[in-house]
């Protein structure tokens, strides 16, 4: 079987092998430990989210540095009002390590006109079409360039300003940008203007699965919303749906090998074998919110296999007692971040912030249920 990938601007025709007959295959129990005995108490559950963690890093995204960094404001780069006197924009650049710290690119557009503190919506990945909205609506809109902390490149590796810091650490680049959020967010934390209790995390296919990654590791994020996130994020290995990208794809050397732990081919076309599915990832989330974005059409990032994942993380959000945190949303359309998916995403924090209604319904998705 043949499909095409759109990838940047060339279109290169991937070879795919036939779908691999993973689709019935069982997920592992997020809620039974893996010597065999069940999760029964709040405390096991505390215990098995550790051992889940360290088998999706181990296995999939590498090692997380552990050690506290600093991070300072080195200098604020611009700062303005824009949208009609809605926004204030500032640029900032962080310094983020002792010796040898490297630069990152911040850029928030804050509600002008009042103190806060607002809930902020951080973003992996510059960019964000429906600012004025937010910021009308009380929130901080808050993006960083992520390849400031590893590159992002198409098979040819390169060793990043993070990952150059921490030498003796095996993390790819989803890992490497996931803590990136973290340290963004330590930046963010120390300014009046930002509510800490409330800080989503975002992004779009490469870092939307970035983003999931970094609000299952950090817990300091209160709400979780990849978006388009696909293979790596929020999607099932063991559900691929028609024409999507499969774990052997990704992990081609010559395509995204480098986003992940280096040995993580090893499960291509063996995902049964797969010790976690990305229902894990998501279950890590809980009890707080996460919510999956996606569009129908988008058949490349497995809108079936994202669905699947959601349902195969639900027996963890009902054991916690908040069955209504595990949130999906899928729209007619393509592989994007438009401002409908800002508004499903403003909409279920305002829910889950304010207890305002919800807008719409957050639990349906295609394929099996
Ligand atoms: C490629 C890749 C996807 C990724 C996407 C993107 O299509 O195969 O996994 O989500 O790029 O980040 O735009």
Not at 327 to 338: I, P, S, V
């Amino acid at each position: 079987m043949l499909f095409s990938v759109l990838c940047v601007a060339s279109v290169v025709v991937l070879a795919a092998s036939e779908p691999p007959a993973v689709s019935t295959a069982p997920f592992p129990d997020p809620l039974v430990f893996e010597n065999g005995e069940p999760v029964e108490t709040q405390e096991d559950w505390q215990t098995r989210r550790a051992e889940m963690r360290d088998l999706m890093l181990r296995n999939q995204y590498g090692a997380i540095p552990s050690a506290p960094v600093p991070v300072r404001l080195a200098e604020t780069l611009a700062e303005e009002t824009q949208n009609n006197g809605a926004t204030l924009f500032r640029t900032v650049r962080l310094a983020v390590g002792a010796e040898n710290a490297f630069p990152v690119r911040v850029e928030m557009y804050l509600p002008a006109g009042g103190a806060g503190p607002y809930p902020a919506i951080l973003r992996v990945g510059l960019g964000c079409p429906v600012v004025q909205e937010i910021n009308e609506r009380g929130y901080i809109f808050a993006c960083y360039e992520n390849q400031d902390f590893d590159f992002d490149t198409l098979g040819n590796d390169k060793i990043g300003p993070a990952q150059a810091m921490f030498p003796d650490c095996d993390w790819g680049s989803l890992a490497a940008w996931a803590w990136g959020a973290s340290r963004v967010l330590d930046y963010l934390l120390t300014l009046p203007e930002v509510d800490p209790q409330r800080v989503v995390i975002t992004g779009h296919s490469r870092t939307g699965k970035t983003a999931l990654l970094a609000g299952a590791l950090d817990e300091r994020f209160a709400l979780v919303v990849p978006n388009g996130s696909g293979c790596g994020g929020a999607a099932a290995y063991r559900r691929y749906g028609p024409e999507c990208e499969t774990l052997e794809l990704i992990t081609r050397p010559s395509r995204f090998a480098s986003w992940f732990h280096k040995d993580f081919r090893r499960f291509a076309d063996k995902e049964p074998e797969l010790p976690f599915d990305q229902h894990f990832l998501r279950a890590l989330v809980a009890p707080r919110p996460v919510l999956s974005t996606d569009a129908l059409g988008d058949l490349w990032a497995n809108p079936i296999g994202t669905a699947a994942a959601c349902r195969a993380a639900q027996p963890v959000f009902e054991f916690l007692g908040v069955s209504e945190n595990n949130a999906m949303h899928f729209r007619e359309g393509k592989h994007d971040q438009l401002p409908e998916d800002y508004r499903v995403l403003l909409d279920f924090a305002d829910h889950h912030f304010f207890g305002k209604p919800l807008t719409c319904t957050y639990g349906e998705g295609p394929g099996e249920k």
